[in-house]
């Protein structure tokens, strides 16, 4: 069997020239005589793959000169710690919440200060986008903090919130590099690659030079001040050096791809054509108000359950995989990140008209 086309929100899909690329360098990467699994940090050798990453990173999202761009490790996850541990000075933060990622970064906050919900789509089970024009923003609010792309619900924002003159902090980890992103608008935005970038292992968080200062709360661990890793380049001790070539490659396919502005294209162009089919089945039906659909990940149901499993089983036999919904949703979900072809969406399409014809 070979390649199947692959739904999964996270590890996903990779570009297949990516792959390829990376097969081709594993023994010898450039005639160094080792692959990059196998080589020191501290090599000259690395320390070209890191800077050029970081490079063709900025070049691709437009990084200003005052922002920095860390390489790290512990997920998004870790972020949710980190964040107010380093930008909380008034113990005060605005959470938005829209879905689990958004909750579990609250409750993350919750540990160091007091953090609260300003803002909350629980009531819809989170099919929806709140208004985010005039929130209860506290005075002394230390930042106000999103999650952009909401991979479980598939909600994305469409307009960023109006934050009152507070820092916005973002949760970018399932739309990163999907659509072009006006970064002065952010005081910090970190992705965890492995759901539209690269492999598991890695978060990229791009923040504001002036708020990486030695100012953190106390008992911050040296490895969780952004500052550690800002003087250091992102060397400060090892890190994960397979993950950072990998998205290197990838940064260098966007750009031949023709960057954000020809993704942002692309992806709307894939999900239109899962969108209107789903907006004219009998079948099936998305989960998420229209104007919050998000274009990375595509929730939808039929309401019945054996139906769904049906499908998603039939789906696999087909090379269609992973299109089994979050458990909090039910029903399926399709994730369509940047290297998942037309055609992959083109096929899924098909599938789901011939199973509707089959079924109804
Ligand atoms: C997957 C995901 C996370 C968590 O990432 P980990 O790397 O597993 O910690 C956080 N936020 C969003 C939006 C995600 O999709």
Not at 58 to 72: A, C, Q, S, T
Request: with cysteine; charged share 25%; proline share 4%.
């Amino acid at each position: 069997m070979g390649r199947v086309y692959n739904f999964s929100a996270g590890p996903a899909v990779l570009p297949e020239e990516v792959l390829k690329e990376a097969q081709a360098d594993m023994l010898d990467y450039k005639g160094c005589g080792m692959s990059v699994m196998e080589m020191s940090h501290r090599s000259a050798m690395f320390d070209n793959i890191i800077k050029e990453a970081e490079k063709d990173f900025r070049e691709l999202v437009g990084v200003p000169d005052n922002y920095k761009v860390l390489f790290l490790q512990g997920g998004g996850s870790l972020q949710f710690a980190q964040i107010p541990m380093n930008l909380m000075k008034n113990r005060v933060a605005d959470y938005i919440v829209t879905g689990n990622w958004a909750k579990k970064a609250l409750a993350e906050a919750e540990i160091y200060g007091d953090a609260k919900a300003v803002a909350s789509s629980a009531d819809k089970n989170f099919t929806y986008i709140p208004d985010c024009s005039d929130l209860p923003i506290r005075e002394n609010a230390d930042y106000v903090y999103i999650c952009e792309n909401n991979t479980i619900y598939g909600t994305e924002y469409k307009k960023l919130p109006n934050t009152k003159g507070k820092l916005l902090v973002a949760d970018v980890s399932s739309n990163f590099l999907s659509r072009p992103i006006d970064v002065e608008k952010y005081g910090l935005f970190f992705g965890g690659v492995q759901k539209n970038v690269g492999p598991a292992g890695m978060v990229i968080t791009v923040i504001r030079e002036d708020l990486v200062t030695d100012d953190v709360l106390p008992g911050t661990p040296t490895m969780m001040k952004y500052k550690t890793q800002a003087d250091k380049d992102s060397l400060y001790n090892t890190p994960n050096c397979w993950c950072i070539y990998i998205c290197g490659l990838v940064f260098k396919w966007l750009k031949n791809m023709g960057g954000l502005e020809e993704m942002n294209k692309r992806n709307e162009k894939k999900a239109a054509l899962l969108y209107d089919y789903l907006d004219q089945s009998k079948l099936f039906k998305g989960t998420v108000r229209k104007e919050d659909r998000s274009l990375m990940n595509v929730p939808f149901v039929t309401g019945d359950k054996d139906m769904d499993a049906k499908f998603v089983a039939e789906a696999k036999a087909a090379g269609l995989e992973n299109l089994k919904g979050h458990r909090t949703v039910g029903g399926m979900r399709a994730s369509i990140y940047n290297a998942m072809p037309y055609a992959g969406v083109q096929k899924l399409v098909e599938f789901m008209d011939k199973f509707e014809k089959e079924n109804s």
